[in-house]
């Protein structure tokens, strides 16, 4: 096992951590835990044991799997940006049609 | 034509008062919209009757309190509104100077244009001619102060000044509209009074407003 490898699992025993953490304190649905497991796994897995991966390594022309981690984990992070963006902006929206409203009904 | 001040205002205790006080004898009406300041501005003021003070729970900035005062001033029958700093910076001696484009019905919104000279850092006058000028190519619509927050719209043409801005780029986004629906203007030189050390927009406002301005064009 190389030091990347060690990295990633203790990243991955990590982020497990906090799923569970999210899961016990109720701010994550069993489904939401659940999903998020799957990430983590699927993660411990392609960091152990990187050979099956190597037919999509070689379709997308990458030439290691930790190089198809890193695009997968950028392309991910835009998605996440991008939602956070657009859950922002709705919350923002309805704080400040719900602030207005509270300061009209008590004119 | 009913007539209403629409004054928003953040933390402003000392000048608050007297400014109601100056822009009384000039509209029928005025509404503060308190934007979450630390100690409700209700408490401070004199209670008037001709004097309206909604509040916001929280902060929500100056294109948000603006909003509030609009749709007071609609469903209580206004046919104008003035929109005028709390800080005193604006001269509530020239209310009557922009209603009167809206009342001789030669516009529909009026800019008040400030003297640019020294006493506004050099930083915020070369900031405000970037934007300004960003905007008169972008949009093609002639005005020459896009921070000045003393103006004067005619409530039936709301619907297309509305803006979404909810903080600073608010009067550069009423400008963007204006142009965008053709919406008939007049510009008014008006006096800018300062008490004290600059508060208008800072440096980062402008970066914000002018990311905006792109936006706006492209989106």
Same mark, same amino acid.
């Given at each position: 096992?190389?030091?990347?490898?060690?990295?990633?699992?203790?990243?991955?025993?990590?982020?497990?951590?906090?799923?569970?953490?999210?899961?016990?304190?109720?701010?994550?649905?069993?489904?939401?835990?659940?999903?998020?497991?799957?990430?983590?796994?699927?993660?411990?897995?392609?960091?152990?044991?990187?050979?099956?991966?190597?037919?999509?390594?070689?379709?997308?022309?990458?030439?290691?799997?930790?190089?198809?981690?890193?695009?997968?984990?950028?392309?991910?992070?835009?998605?996440?940006?991008?939602?956070?963006?657009?859950?922002?902006?709705?919350?923002?929206?309805?704080?400040?049609?719900?602030?207005?409203?509270?300061?009209?009904?008590?004119? | 034509?009913?007539?209403?001040?629409?004054?928003?205002?953040?933390?402003?205790?000392?000048?608050?008062?007297?400014?109601?006080?100056?822009?009384?004898?000039?509209?029928?009406?005025?509404?503060?919209?308190?934007?979450?300041?630390?100690?409700?501005?209700?408490?401070?003021?004199?209670?008037?009757?001709?004097?309206?003070?909604?509040?916001?729970?929280?902060?929500?900035?100056?294109?948000?309190?603006?909003?509030?005062? =609009?749709?007071?001033?609609?469903? $209580?029958?206004?046919?104008?509104? #003035?929109? @005028?700093?709390?800080?005193?910076?604006?001269?509530? +001696?020239?209310?009557?100077?922009?209603?009167?484009?809206?009342?001789?019905?030669?516009?529909?919104?009026?800019?008040?244009?400030?003297?640019?000279?020294?006493?506004?850092?050099?930083?915020?006058?070369?900031?405000?001619?970037?934007?300004?000028?960003?905007?008169?190519?972008?949009?093609?619509?002639?005005?020459?102060?896009?921070?000045?927050?003393?103006?004067?719209?005619?409530?039936?043409?709301?619907?297309?000044?509305?803006?979404?801005?909810?903080?600073?780029?608010?009067?550069?986004?009423?400008? =963007?509209?204006?142009?965008?629906? $053709?919406?008939?203007?007049?510009? #008014?030189? @008006?006096?800018?009074?300062?008490?004290?050390?600059? +508060?208008?927009?800072?440096?980062?406002?402008?970066?914000?407003?002018?990311?905006?301005?792109?936006?706006?064009?492209?989106?």
């Amino acid at each position: 096992m190389n030091i990347i490898q060690i990295i990633a699992l203790l990243f991955v025993l990590w982020m497990t951590y906090f799923s569970f953490l999210h899961y016990r304190r109720r701010e994550f649905s069993l489904w939401e835990f659940a999903f998020w497991q799957v990430i983590w796994l699927g993660l411990a897995v392609v960091v152990l044991f990187p050979g099956p991966t190597k037919f999509v390594i070689e379709k997308l022309h990458f030439t290691r799997a930790f190089d198809l981690l890193t695009a997968g984990g950028i392309l991910l992070l835009f998605g996440a940006t991008f939602r956070n963006y657009v859950v922002v902006r709705r919350t923002d929206k309805r704080l400040e049609e719900l602030v207005r409203k509270i300061a009209l009904s008590k004119d | 034509m009913k007539t209403i001040a629409i004054i928003p205002a953040f933390n402003e205790f000392d000048r608050l008062q007297g400014v109601n006080r100056e822009v009384l004898p000039f509209v029928d009406h005025i509404v503060v919209v308190d934007d979450g300041s630390r100690e409700p501005l209700r408490e401070q003021l004199d209670s008037n009757p001709a004097i309206t003070i909604l509040r916001h729970t929280i902060n929500l900035g100056k294109g948000a309190a603006l909003k509030t005062g =609009v749709m007071w001033a609609i469903d $209580h029958g206004y046919e104008a509104v #003035v929109f @005028i700093d709390a800080d005193g910076q604006h001269d509530p +001696k020239e209310i009557p100077s922009l209603l009167r484009p809206i009342l001789e019905q030669r516009a529909e919104i009026v800019f008040g244009v400030r003297e640019f000279h020294g006493r506004m850092p050099l930083i915020a006058r070369a900031g405000n001619h970037l934007l300004t000028k960003a905007m008169q190519v972008l949009y093609r619509i002639q005005v020459d102060d896009s921070q000045s927050g003393f103006r004067a719209l005619k409530i039936s043409a709301f619907e297309k000044i509305a803006w979404q801005s909810p903080r600073y780029a608010v009067e550069t986004e009423m400008i =963007v509209n204006t142009g965008k629906h $053709h919406v008939p203007f007049v510009q #008014v030189p @008006i006096t800018t009074i300062y008490h004290d050390r600059y +508060k208008g927009t800072t440096v980062i406002d402008g970066i914000r407003i002018m990311i905006n301005i792109l936006a706006w064009k492209i989106l």
